[in-house]
């Protein structure tokens, strides 16, 4: 299928093992590691990101005619479902299939059960993004258009490509989160005289009592973590992800399948005590960012989750560097650990002219509402009044 300019070839698969990983690689840049071949591969091949699972492949290259190099590229999916997106339209579907409407299937740019900011269109050249993102976004709207696809939805792409693509017409959504921002700290103690008196000894207490029951935290990475550690970790995930959700996303085999091809990128906080795991953060390491992704344990110890998945994470980031935390979606709680809130984007087109122009119009409130709560939200952080 040719782009609008016609100077392009579009091609659509139906897995990202079809693609090169060093065409998709070269155009998904080193920075973000959950848009990587390897991330997605592995999804895909666990079963956990299928056809069987609601979310089938289809993802776009865009190549050159001559000798098919490949410019830019997209993970896009054919969903049946509005599970593991985390940017919510399920009463977005009740209504449009109230008024007689079909909402699934849709058509989702995202990187599955991630809510992680991120590019979702893909630019080998950065210099080429005014050129090839319209032609990616055409592309999957004529995919939705051939299959029948009742929207396009662009989930967590970064502000710059919100920006451009709110430009081109589609619907802005936005959604917060709370990151925590690296000044420059020399150490955790550093960053703790930034804090109002009363919060900095809140949390000095937190740590104390997360570890005041004989508990250790190890830092394991790579070749370090081996398929023990890994069994000990899913036990955990599971633990989450059946209070919080009932069905867990990810199985068994996709953490030995990042484990094996991505372990450089890979952190993990294994809290012990006696020696044995009772519990465990898990984080991906980006070009200046630490992503914290997955949390769980098997005996409760007060006050440990903050430890591991927020202390010890600010601690890895200022002793490597690293200019941010992001901690996963939601949890106002994080604004008292010195984690600030920030918006979050996503872009949405409607096949339905009129079903887009009420959605429009619903956004324009949201927004409001959301810009709102995140400036209300940034007078209440913890840190020092100037």
Known sequence: ??????????????????????????????????????????????????????????????????????LAAMPLYIKTHSYGEYVFD???????????????????????FTPVTGPRLLVRNPLDRPRLEPALLSAAMQLSEKVDLSSLHITFTETEQADRLAGLGLLRRTDQQFHWRNQGYDDFDDFLNALSSRKRKQIRKERRTALGNGITIRHLRGAEITERHWDAFFRFYLDTGARKWGTPYLNRTFFSLIGDRMGDDILLFLCER?????????????????????????????????????????????????????????????????????????????????????????????????????????????????
């Not at 999804?43 to 609601?54: H, I, K, N, R, V």
């Not at 399920?90 to 599955?112: D, N, T, V």
């Open 90 to 112: 399920h009463a977005w579907a009740a209504a449009f299939e109230r008024a007689g409407g079909r909402y699934y299937p849709k058509l989702q740019a995202s990187i599955p």
């Open 274 to 386: 006696d020696g044995q795991p009772v519990a465990g953060a898990l984080n991906f390491i980006g070009a200046d960012t630490l992503y914290g992704r997955y949390w769980g344990c098997v005996e409760d110890h007060p006050c440990l989750h903050f430890e591991a998945c927020y202390y010890q994470a600010i601690d890895y980031a200022i002793a490597h560097g690293l200019n941010c935390v992001e901690a996963g979606a939601q949890g106002p709680h994080k604004l008292a650990r010195g984690y600030e809130p920030v918006m979050t984007h996503s872009l949405h087109w409607i096949a339905d002219p009129r079903f887009r122009a009420a959605v429009a119009q619903y956004l324009d409130h949201e927004r409001r509402e959301v810009e709102t709560e995140v400036a209300w939200l940034a007078e209440q952080t913890p840190f020092k009044k100037s």
């Open 1 to 70: 299928m040719p782009d609008d300019t016609g100077s392009l070839i579009a091609e659509f698969h139906s897995r990202i093992a079809d693609i090169p990983a060093t065409d998709w690689d070269a155009c998904a840049g080193p920075s973000h590691p959950f848009v990587c071949h390897a991330f997605l591969k592995s999804l895909e091949d666990s079963g956990c990101a299928d056809g069987d699972s609601g979310w089938q492949p289809q993802h776009v290259t865009l190549k050159t005619p001559e000798d098919h190099a490949v």
